[in-house]
Structures are given as structure tokens and as C-alpha cells.
């Protein structure tokens, strides 16, 4: 097996620390072309679809991305922007803030950057262009508050994979998870709490997750678990009561059964309940996209509407806000300590140059 070898490498390079934020991921573009080469690398994951690979490769190259690359695309385009889609733009801006804020800290030997699990820029290119600036010590932060193998585990394996073929390998902390970290509560109440103030409260709260197999659950998944956990306790920061909120789970996939509540069900339901006005919020999701905007901002919000609803509100994601980017810069502050680093060069050439290295 050959390794890769930093070829930049000096014995003179100053060592840094890097930050990297991860992301699920965009197409390049609004395109059938472009939705096929990202849906075929998201569902090629085996952590993501857990199906035997033989049954699997059938289905999704002869069935899935016959179809729905086209579909896809039409819903992107609901949502692109001059800059691209508002994963990649708000994922973009986040990094660009938590980068000022760790370098006004820890000032130019900390790195931040940004990956996504599929599409571009990769996880791998991204660990390639840190370790040639001089990483030897690197935190992952993926942008899931909520563990899930298909998401969170899934970057791991990225990241394993990235740093498995290369020759040197950085000091490596992975944060699994952030669901119950109170700044990230409090940044999730206090979103709410200024819509409130804005536009009044709705009959009803709703705090809306991306779902996954029952299946993953009984095996072992700890997702569910974690999203119930986030949900009460942005309810105790509110001051709700069980009444006045509830969790469902959206953007189901294929014919099993996934977590239920079903969102979608839910908001059809809701109006013969008596509930005639609706507030929506995303809290795992830590940037507006397609399944924020188009599935709950107008898809789900017709289903509500239609069954009888008169008032339909979605709550943007945290996106690129103060109060996240503190809250994100305060969780790897947790992880950042006690690292120090190696940087006394003068003596590092001194001996690489006793063995005949160059500097």
C-alpha cells in the first residue's frame, strides 16, 4: 500500500491547529446531471441505507436515479441563489465567522475550514489542503446537534478514510454530538423567542427533525432519543407545557417505517384538532435548506393549510447568527484545551539536519 506523503512538508513549518466544520452537503447545481452524481454518492453510503449492497445497487442505479435526479432538480431551483444553495452559502458564512472568532482567541495557529460529507468541497480534499498548511492537530465538528450513524458516523468514516491512506496523521478529537449543550439551547429558545416577539405566539409549537428507519432506532440508533432530549429542553427555556408543543420527524425516504410522528401527517391532522395556527422550527438542522425551505416552508405549510389551518409560520434555522456562532465557538472552545503546539522550529531543523533532512 502506498501512503500519500506531504510533499510541502519542512521541518521549518510552523504547526497549527485546525477546526473543521462539516456539513451533509449540495449538488453543484441545480441539475439533472448534478442532482445524479450527488444523490448517487449520499445513497451509495451504506450508512445511510442500510440494504444489502447486491439488492441495493439494482435499486438505486436502475429505479432511483433514473427518476429522481429530475425531481430533485426541479426542487433545487426553487431555491438556488445567485451564490448556490443555502446549505453551502450558510455553512460558508458560519465558518467564515467562526474563523474570526477562534483567530481572535488563538490567533494565526488555529485553521478553520469547511467540508461537506458529500459533493464539494470534500472531506478529503478539505484534510489534504490542513495538513499542508501545517495541521498536526485537528477537531471535527459535524453540524449535526443530534448523533446519527447516518449523518455523524458517516463523517467519521470520512474522515477515518481520509487519514488512513496518508503517511502523517494529526492528533484527532471528534465531537459526536451537541444536543443538550445549554448555549446551543439557548441560541435554539432565544430564535424562537424573537419571532414571538415579532409575530405573536401560535396555538402550537412545532419542532420538526429529520427522520431516519424505526429500524436504525431499534438497533441501537440513539438519534430519536436526542432529538426528544433537544425538544424539551428549548420547551423548559420557553416555559411551555406538553400541550403547547411536539416533535415530529420529516423527509421521509422509501416504504419502511421511520420515526413517527410523521411531520407531514401531523400538519393534515392538526386543524381538526382545533389548532388553526402553527409555528415550525428545523433544530437539526443547523442552516436553512432544501428540506427547511421547500419541504416545510411551503410544502408542509400547504398540507396545513388545506386541512383547515389559517396561520402557518417556518422559524429559520440558526444559520449564520450570533447567537449560534458563539455557541458553536464556545463548544470547541471545550474542545480546544489543553492542546499545545510543537512550534519551536529552530530546534525541530537542528536534529532533522543530524540525519541529514532537509529543512
Known sequence: MKYINNT?????????????????????APTTGALRRYLKEFLSDPRVVEV?????WFVLNLIILTFRP?????????????????????TKRKTEKVRAALTEKYGEDVVVEFAMRYGNPS????????????????????????????????????????LTKRRAIPELRFIKNYHDFTPYIDALADKIQQHWDKHGRADKLVLSYHGIPKRYLTNGD?????????????????????EEYMTTFQSRFGREEWLKPYTDHTLQELPSQ????????????????????????????DYFLEAGGERFEYIEALNSDQS????????LDNHLGGWQLDNDVENRVTRAKQFGAES
Not at 478529503?124 to 458516523?153: C, E, N
Open 8 to 28: 510541502d512538508f519542512t521541518h521549518a513549518k510552523k504547526a497549527k491547529i485546525g477546526v473543521l466544520l462539516t456539513n451533509l452537503g449540495t449538488p453543484d
Open 274 to 301: 382545533g389548532v388553526k395556527s402553527l409555528q415550525v422550527v428545523c433544530p437539526g438542522f443547523s442552516a436553512d435548506c432544501l428540506e427547511t425551505i421547500e419541504e416545510i416552508g411551503e410544502e408542509n405549510r
Open 52 to 56: 444489502p449492497r447486491v439488492i441495493w
Open 324 to 331: 449560534h456562532i458563539d455557541a458553536l465557538t464556545a463548544l
Open 123 to 162: 472531506v478529503d480534499s478539505m484534510i489534504d489542503s490542513m495538513l499542508k498548511q501545517g495541521v498536526t492537530k485537528l477537531v471535527v465538528l459535524p453540524l449535526y446537534p443530534q448523533y446519527s450513524a447516518t449523518t455523524t458516523a458517516s463523517t467519521f468514516d470520512a474522515v477515518s478514510k481520509a
Open 222 to 242: 440513539m438519534y430519536h432519543c436526542e432529538c426528544y432530549k433537544t425538544s424539551r429542553l428549548v420547551a423548559e427555556k420557553l416555559g411551555l407545557n406538553q
Open 70 to 90: 429530475s425531481r430533485s432538480a426541479a426542487a433545487y431551483k426553487t431555491v438556488w441563489t445567485e451564490e448556490g444553495s443555502p446549505l453551502l452559502i450558510h
